[in-house]
């Protein structure tokens, strides 16, 4: 299943969090490079190192998009996470989206993105699904963000949120799922062949 290593102690730890103070941007900003964290209003949440299937999931997509746009010269551009996105403008909330989709290059700043993406995709992992369906997609609406994808291998279900359009879609992993934003283009996830995930238990020699 696509999603990330070491979900369980990641669960732990945002379930010990002592959310009696608030964190800002400069708090993950200096994280040492083995620790990934977002922070929502103020609330920190710490994230797991992402699975192989799940990198293979958002590099599908991503590849789709930049060849998309390469071959019609489009001024959009696609990134995928690592990528700071400062959806509020300001350092209370601090979002490491899997992959966004931005048309405005003026947003670019500060070793990453200030306002709101025009697309975000999410990939569900149990210590992030109620974040994805919930927090993350209302905060993504109420920041300007057009376009939300929630992609759930376990369920077998992409879900697609049009905010400009106010409507919502379900796809599964056998569909063509068109991407509004970028005229002509449909990601045909037929064709998402994605490795087993799983990782040598000895180190190759």
Same mark, same amino acid.
């Given at each position: 299943?696509?999603?990330?290593?070491?979900?369980?102690?990641?669960?732990? %730890?945002?379930?010990?969090?002592?959310?009696?103070?608030?964190?800002?941007?400069?708090?993950? $900003?200096?994280?040492?490079?083995?620790?990934?964290? $977002?922070?929502?209003?103020?609330?920190?949440?710490?994230?797991?190192?992402?699975?192989?299937? @799940?990198?293979?999931?958002?590099?599908?997509?991503?590849?789709?998009?930049?060849? @998309?746009?390469?071959?019609? %010269?489009?001024?959009?551009?696609?990134?995928?996470?690592?990528?700071?996105?400062?959806?509020?403008?300001?350092?209370?909330?601090?979002?490491?989206?899997?992959?966004?989709?931005?048309?405005?290059?003026?947003?670019?700043?500060?070793?990453?993105?200030?306002?709101?993406?025009?697309?975000?995709?999410?990939?569900?992992?149990?210590?992030?699904?109620?974040?994805?369906?919930?927090? %993350?997609?209302?905060?993504?609406?109420?920041?300007?963000?057009?376009?939300?994808?929630?992609?759930?291998?376990?369920?077998?279900?992409?879900?697609?949120?049009?905010?400009?359009?106010?409507?919502?879609?379900?796809?599964?992993?056998?569909?063509?799922?068109?991407?509004?934003?970028?005229?002509?283009?449909?990601?045909?996830?037929? $064709?998402? %062949?994605?490795?087993?995930?799983?990782?040598?238990?000895?180190?190759?020699?």
């Amino acid at each position: 299943m696509a999603g990330y290593r070491g979900e369980d102690e990641v669960i732990r %730890k945002n379930m010990a969090l002592a959310q009696e103070r608030t964190y800002a941007a400069d708090f993950i $900003e200096a994280l040492p490079e083995d620790e990934r964290a $977002e922070v929502i209003d103020g609330q920190l949440f710490y994230m797991a190192s992402p699975t192989v299937e @799940h990198q293979d999931l958002i590099g599908f997509i991503y590849g789709n998009m930049w060849n @998309h746009i390469r071959s019609r %010269k489009g001024n959009c551009r696609v990134y995928f996470s690592p990528v700071s996105v400062y959806l509020d403008q300001n350092s209370r909330t601090l979002l490491e989206p899997d992959l966004i989709l931005v048309c405005d290059q003026g947003k670019r700043r500060r070793g990453g993105f200030w306002g709101a993406p025009d697309m975000v995709a999410e990939v569900v992992s149990p210590s992030t699904q109620s974040r994805d369906y919930l927090l %993350k997609l209302n905060k993504y609406q109420a920041a300007g963000v057009r376009v939300y994808w929630i992609l759930n291998t376990a369920k077998d279900t992409i879900h697609v949120y049009d905010f400009e359009q106010e409507k919502m879609e379900i796809y599964s992993f056998r569909d063509r799922v068109p991407v509004r934003l970028l005229d002509g283009l449909e990601i045909d996830f037929g $064709e998402f %062949k994605p490795g087993d995930g799983e990782e040598p238990d000895e180190e190759v020699r």
